[in-house]
């Protein structure tokens, strides 16, 4: 379940480019995450960055503190599209796509790992001594 979440509606970068960065940050504790942001060259960053710590302030505005937190979910979807024209030859037009981006986020709490007992690993059946002198 979600603790924190925050979203941005028709952000103007395609849904693809956006989603590549997403990937990036999917699943990282979010000071883990706002640091690959600050670092990575690409246009999305800043706007994910700026989106994860609405998210945290959110978090923050509950009670939670950025270290235990992560991100559990980040959604991005198909925002609405501007269709512009190109001139083209013989007074014909070209379409030109302008497409824009959702975000979703969800913030969640870092559960601590339970402590798994060891698994043995399976004995190799045992050849009779008979079958291992031939």
Do not use: C, W
């Not at 710590?53 to 959604?75: F, P």
């Not at 379409?95 to 004995?123: F, G, N, W, Y």
């Amino acid at each position: 379940m979600a603790d924190a979440t925050a979203q941005l509606s028709n952000y103007r970068q395609s849904p693809r480019k956006v989603g590549r960065v997403a990937d990036a940050v999917r699943g990282k504790r979010v000071t883990a995450a706002l640091a690959v942001l600050d670092a990575m060259p690409k246009r999305a960053a800043g706007p994910l960055g700026k989106l994860i710590r609405s998210a945290a302030a959110n978090a923050r505005s509950k009670g939670m503190t950025e270290g235990e937190l992560v991100i559990s979910k980040i959604q991005v979807g198909k925002g609405i599209v501007f269709k512009r024209s190109s001139p083209r030859a013989k007074g014909s037009a070209a379409i030109i796509r302008k497409k824009a981006s959702h975000i979703k986020l969800e913030l969640s709490r870092v559960e601590a790992k339970k402590a798994s007992p060891k698994r043995s690993r399976a004995k190799k059946a045992e050849v009779p001594a008979e079958a291992a002198a031939h």
